[in-house]
C-alpha cells in the first residue's frame, strides 16, 4: 500500500520561505503525477504544483507561480516543494499526493500545516 508522509511545514513570517518534503513508500512509475494541493480553513482543497515522474514537465497554479518551485529526487521516492516570498494567503494545510493526472490525485498524504503571519 503506497503511504506518502509530509514534513517541513511550520510558522513563518510574510517574506519568508519554507521547503515542504514528501517521501512516498513505493517507487512511483514513470506514468505517475506527484505534487502538492493546500486546503485552508473552511476553503475547498486547491491545486499548488506537480511533477511528471518520468520526467522533468512540472506545473504550478498561477497563484504560486514564480514563487514555489516543486523538484523531486528518484533515489530517495521524494518530491520536495520550495516555498519563498510567502504570504498569508499561503496559510494553509499542505497535501502530497499521486495521480496519473497533474490535477487530480488519488493517494493522499495527511499533510503539514504552514502558517504564514503578516
Known amino acids: 500500500q503506497v503511504q506518502l508522509v509530509e514534513s517541513g511545514g511550520g510558522l513563518v513570517q510574510a517574506g519568508g520561505s519554507l521547503r515542504l518534503s514528501c517521501v512516498i513508500s513505493g517507487r512511483p512509475f514513470s506514468s505517475h503525477v506527484v505534487g502538492w494541493f493546500r486546503q485552508a480553513p473552511g476553503k475547498e482543497r486547491e491545486f499548488v504544483s506537480s511533477?511528471?515522474?518520468?520526467?522533468?514537465?512540472?506545473y504550478y497554479a498561477d497563484s504560486v507561480k514564480g514563487r514555489f518551485t516543486i523538484s523531486k529526487d528518484r533515489s530517495k521516492n521524494t518530491v520536495y516543494l520550495q516555498m519563498d516570498s510567502l504570504t498569508p494567503e499561503d496559510t494553509a494545510v499542505y497535501l502530497c499526493?499521486?495521480?496519473?493526472?497533474?490535477?487530480?490525485?488519488?493517494?493522499w498524504g495527511q499533510g503539514t500545516q504552514v502558517t504564514v503571519s503578516s
Open positions: 511533477i511528471r515522474w518520468g520526467d522533468t514537465r512540472a
Open positions: 499526493g499521486r495521480g496519473n493526472n497533474p490535477w487530480e490525485f488519488t493517494v
